[in-house]
Antibody
Framework: QITLKESGPTLVKPTQTLTLTCTFSGFSVSASGEGVGWIRQAPGKALEWLALIYWNGDDYYSPSLESRLTVTKDTSKNLVVLTMTNMDPVDTATYYC???????????WGQGTMVTVSS | SYELTQPLSVSVALGQTAEVTCGGDNIGSKNVHWYQQKPGQAPVVVIYRDSNRPSGIPERFSGSNSGNTATLTISRVQVGDEADYYCQVWDTTTGVFGTGTKVTVL
């Protein structure tokens, strides 16, 4: 059974860097085809894809946010980390991590973590 | 950038059929995934790769994809189907979500 859980600060100040951790179980991010993605949802808004990292280290980012995002993985600890620089109030959202096997959907999601950007 | 357009809302009578569309340029050439999201909950995939149902998803949920439109069909709609629905594709290596549709059961 695959499970994922996001953790990180609930409040960050404008211009600060956000670091979120996705801790998972039930699969290995070093196994061929496995990937973990990040998706966010501002209050009352649609889902927005942010980033994805695969078992082989390939990483992909939303073109509109690419300059601010970095995703890394720690295979030994079963976790994936998303960093987003220069946070702004418009980045206030619930951030989700999700499992994806190559070619398929995001089949299992974490519960999400709400991040508020405010001074 | 690639965009997916969905109707803002769809209303359907209890027991009837709801259709949620997802429009995109030549979307028929892409694999479309559909997610259901209830208030305060994380999304759940209900259809993957156009028309496949994950285990545990009722047969009432089906999908199709051709030309410039993908469609999620919910047959014999139940109160528990009331939710937001999002389509999603990969535009080469970029993930794209649709604008979302709120399905209301009358």
């Amino acid at each position: 059974q695959i499970t994922l859980k996001e953790s990180g600060p609930t409040l960050v100040k404008p211009t600060q860097t956000l670091t979120l951790t996705c801790t998972f179980s039930g699969f290995s991010v070093s196994a061929s085809g496995e990937g973990v993605g990040w998706i966010r949802q501002a209050p009352g808004k649609a889902l927005e894809w942010l980033a994805l990292i695969y078992w082989n280290g390939d990483d992909y980012y939303s073109p509109s946010l690419e300059s601010r995002l970095t995703v890394t993985k720690d295979t030994s600890k079963n976790l994936v980390v998303l960093t987003m620089t220069n946070m702004d109030p418009v980045d206030t959202a619930t951030y989700y991590c999700a499992h994806r096997f190559t070619g398929s959907a995001f089949d299992v999601w974490g519960q999400g973590t709400m991040v508020t950007v405010s001074s | 950038s690639y965009e997916l357009t969905q109707p803002l809302s769809v209303s359907v009578a209890l027991g009837q059929t709801a259709e949620v569309t997802c429009g995109g340029d030549n979307i028929g050439s892409k694999n479309v995934h559909w997610y259901q999201q209830k208030p305060g909950q994380a999304p759940v995939v209900v259809i993957y790769r156009d028309s496949n149902r994950p285990s545990g998803i009722p047969e009432r949920f089906s999908g199709s994809n051709s030309g410039n439109t993908a469609t999620l069909t919910i047959s014999r709609v139940q109160v528990g189907d009331e939710a937001d629905y999002y389509c999603q594709v990969w535009d080469t290596t970029t993930g794209v979500f649709g604008t979302g549709t709120k399905v209301t059961v009358l």
